[in-house]
């Protein structure tokens, strides 16, 4: 028997990555979604693509974004309602940055339960607020990132703490939550989720 046919199917197809900003959520989507066999969906970066190509929602959404505070839930569920009907996120996804607020909560379970499916897990990176601060002050170095300055980065964490950090309480509630120490190298952090999946 070879190795690939020995081995299960991965029961863990539908995730949401949740942490604060600066945890190393994108990195971390990118490679755990590789692992899982499943899309990578960031709404920060559907954001971002449609600042670049000056569509509408781009410029809707630049303005909130270059202040840091989030984008209105019609607009941010509008476009991850779009996204998940595309075919490559039938069988999965990973979320990365949805849902970010009790209204988007509700929103993704109408939209998951309209398609007969539930989420399998949501993985928090927790990470040190200081910590943070300083590693986004580092990349708006290195990538000049228009919502990295100083007041955006603090008031992005705070915007965090207010609305998104209670979410995590909501799905530990409800049996979903796998909390992982999103402090360290990339692939010790990579790791320790796909360890914590099982
Ligand atoms: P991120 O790359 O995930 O840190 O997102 C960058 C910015 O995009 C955020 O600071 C928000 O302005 C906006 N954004 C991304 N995801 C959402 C969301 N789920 N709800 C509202 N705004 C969002």
Request: avoid cysteine.
């Amino acid at each position: 028997m070879t190795e690939s046919s020995a081995s299960a199917p991965r029961s863990v197809s539908r995730l949401i990555l949740v942490g604060p900003p600066g945890a190393g959520k994108g990195t971390q989507a990118a490679r755990l979604a590789e692992h899982l066999g499943v899309p990578a969906i960031s709404t920060g970066d559907i954001f971002r693509a449609n600042v670049a190509q000056h569509t509408t929602l781009g410029q809707t959404a630049q303005r909130y974004m270059d202040a840091g505070e989030y984008v209105p839930d019609e607009v941010t569920n509008a476009m991850v309602a779009d996204r998940l009907a595309q075919p490559d996120a039938v069988g999965g996804f990973l979320l990365d940055g949805y849902p970010r607020t009790e209204a988007q909560v509700g929103e993704l379970d109408r939209m998951l339960s309209e398609a007969g499916v539930s989420l399998d897990a949501v993985v928090e990176l927790t990470a040190d607020i200081d910590e943070l601060v300083a590693r986004l002050l580092k990349r708006a170095a290195e990538q000049g990132r228009s919502d990295d300055t100083e007041s955006v980065i603090r008031r992005r964490q705070e915007v965090y703490a207010e609305q998104t950090a209670p979410l995590v309480g909501l799905y530990e509630a409800r049996g979903l939550l796998v909390r992982v120490d999103g402090l360290g190298g990339i692939d010790e952090v990579t790791e320790r989720v796909l360890t914590a999946l099982g």
